[in-house]
Protein backbone atom coordinates (compact mmCIF):
# COMPACT_ATOMS: atom_id res chain seq x y z
CA UNK A 1 0.00 0.00 0.00
CA UNK A 2 1.03 3.49 -0.86
CA UNK A 3 0.95 5.91 2.04
CA UNK A 4 1.13 9.75 1.51
CA UNK A 5 2.01 12.55 3.69
CA UNK A 6 1.73 16.13 3.48
CA UNK A 7 2.89 19.25 5.56
CA UNK A 8 3.88 22.63 4.89
CA UNK A 9 0.71 24.33 5.16
CA UNK A 10 0.06 26.91 7.68
CA UNK A 11 -1.92 30.83 7.92
CA UNK A 12 -0.26 33.17 5.78
CA UNK A 13 -1.30 36.65 4.76
CA UNK A 14 -3.03 37.43 1.61
CA UNK A 15 -0.10 37.59 -1.24
CA UNK A 16 2.01 35.53 0.71
CA UNK A 17 3.66 32.04 -0.26
CA UNK A 18 3.69 28.15 1.12
CA UNK A 19 5.84 24.90 -0.27
CA UNK A 20 3.26 22.16 0.08
CA UNK A 21 5.64 18.97 0.47
CA UNK A 22 3.98 15.24 -0.10
CA UNK A 23 6.24 12.35 0.85
CA UNK A 24 5.53 8.89 -0.64
CA UNK A 25 6.47 5.58 1.23
CA UNK A 26 5.65 1.51 0.33
CA UNK A 27 5.77 2.09 -3.43
CA UNK A 28 7.85 2.40 -6.78
CA UNK A 29 7.50 6.18 -6.70
CA UNK A 30 8.58 6.95 -9.99
CA UNK A 31 5.29 4.81 -11.39
CA UNK A 32 2.99 6.81 -9.79
CA UNK A 33 0.98 9.67 -11.28
CA UNK A 34 0.66 12.64 -8.53
CA UNK A 35 -2.06 15.31 -7.90
CA UNK A 36 -3.18 17.98 -5.29
CA UNK A 37 -6.51 18.64 -4.79
CA UNK A 38 -7.70 21.33 -2.04
CA UNK A 39 -11.43 21.06 0.18
CA UNK A 40 -12.71 24.53 1.70
CA UNK A 41 -16.04 23.72 3.88
CA UNK A 42 -18.78 23.00 2.11
CA UNK A 43 -17.20 22.63 -0.94
CA UNK A 44 -16.58 19.68 -3.15
CA UNK A 45 -12.98 18.71 -3.49
CA UNK A 46 -11.40 20.79 -6.49
CA UNK A 47 -8.33 19.85 -8.79
CA UNK A 48 -5.20 21.85 -8.35
CA UNK A 49 -2.50 20.44 -10.11
CA UNK A 50 -0.91 16.96 -11.29
CA UNK A 51 2.33 15.67 -12.33
CA UNK A 52 3.62 12.30 -14.58
CA UNK A 53 5.75 9.70 -12.80
CA UNK A 54 8.77 10.67 -14.57
CA UNK A 55 8.66 14.52 -13.43
CA UNK A 56 8.27 15.87 -17.24
CA UNK A 57 4.44 16.32 -17.69
CA UNK A 58 2.33 19.05 -15.94
CA UNK A 59 -0.82 20.20 -15.13
CA UNK A 60 -2.16 22.85 -13.36
CA UNK A 61 -6.03 24.15 -13.19
CA UNK A 62 -6.71 27.81 -14.78
CA UNK A 63 -7.60 29.51 -11.80
CA UNK A 64 -4.01 28.40 -10.46
CA UNK A 65 -1.89 28.66 -13.46
CA UNK A 66 0.85 31.45 -13.16
CA UNK A 67 0.89 31.08 -9.08
CA UNK A 68 1.10 27.18 -8.26
CA UNK A 69 3.41 24.80 -9.26
CA UNK A 70 3.64 21.33 -9.36
CA UNK A 71 7.20 19.60 -9.18
CA UNK A 72 8.58 16.49 -7.40
CA UNK A 73 11.88 14.86 -6.42
CA UNK A 74 12.10 10.78 -7.48
CA UNK A 75 15.20 10.60 -5.40
CA UNK A 76 13.07 11.57 -2.29
CA UNK A 77 9.98 10.22 -3.15
CA UNK A 78 8.58 13.71 -2.62
CA UNK A 79 5.98 16.10 -4.51
CA UNK A 80 6.08 19.99 -3.88
CA UNK A 81 3.12 22.27 -4.62
CA UNK A 82 4.31 25.61 -4.31
CA UNK A 83 1.95 28.23 -3.86
CA UNK A 84 2.36 31.91 -4.43
CA UNK A 85 0.55 35.66 -4.65
CA UNK A 86 -2.43 33.67 -1.96
CA UNK A 87 -5.83 34.93 -2.22
CA UNK A 88 -8.21 34.25 0.62
CA UNK A 89 -10.24 32.00 -1.63
CA UNK A 90 -7.49 29.52 -1.64
CA UNK A 91 -8.03 28.59 2.19
CA UNK A 92 -8.21 24.93 2.21
CA UNK A 93 -7.11 21.87 3.05
CA UNK A 94 -4.81 20.57 0.14
CA UNK A 95 -4.45 16.96 -0.31
CA UNK A 96 -1.73 15.02 -2.06
CA UNK A 97 -2.57 11.63 -4.11
CA UNK A 98 -1.33 9.04 -6.24
CA UNK A 99 -2.12 6.47 -8.84
CA UNK A 100 -0.02 4.43 -11.34
CA UNK A 101 0.78 6.39 -14.00
CA UNK A 102 -0.49 5.00 -17.59
CA UNK A 103 0.15 8.00 -19.46
CA UNK A 104 -3.26 8.95 -19.80
CA UNK A 105 -4.87 12.39 -20.69
CA UNK A 106 -4.60 15.95 -18.77
CA UNK A 107 -8.33 16.42 -18.21
CA UNK A 108 -8.14 12.10 -16.64
CA UNK A 109 -5.98 13.39 -14.20
CA UNK A 110 -7.70 16.24 -13.19
CA UNK A 111 -9.96 14.09 -11.34
CA UNK A 112 -10.28 12.78 -8.18
CA UNK A 113 -11.89 9.82 -8.79
CA UNK A 114 -9.17 8.04 -10.89
CA UNK A 115 -6.64 8.66 -7.68
CA UNK A 116 -6.40 5.39 -6.01
CA UNK A 117 -4.26 7.06 -2.82
CA UNK A 118 -4.74 10.06 -0.51
CA UNK A 119 -2.92 11.69 2.28
CA UNK A 120 -4.61 13.18 5.31
CA UNK A 121 -4.05 16.66 4.12
CA UNK A 122 -3.02 19.55 4.88
CA UNK A 123 -4.19 23.40 6.13
CA UNK A 124 -3.39 26.68 4.22
CA UNK A 125 -5.27 29.73 5.78
CA UNK A 126 -5.10 32.53 4.20
CA UNK A 127 -5.60 35.71 5.38
CA UNK A 128 -7.23 39.25 4.21
Known amino acids: QVQLVESGGGLVQAGGSLRLSCAAS????????MGWFRQAPGKEREFVAH????????YVGDSKLGRFTISRDNAKNTVHLQVNSLKPEDTAVYYC?????????????????????WGQGTQVTVSS
Open 51 to 58: ISGSGLRT
Open 26 to 33: GGTFSTLH
Open 97 to 117: SATVDRAWSNSYYSTARVYDY
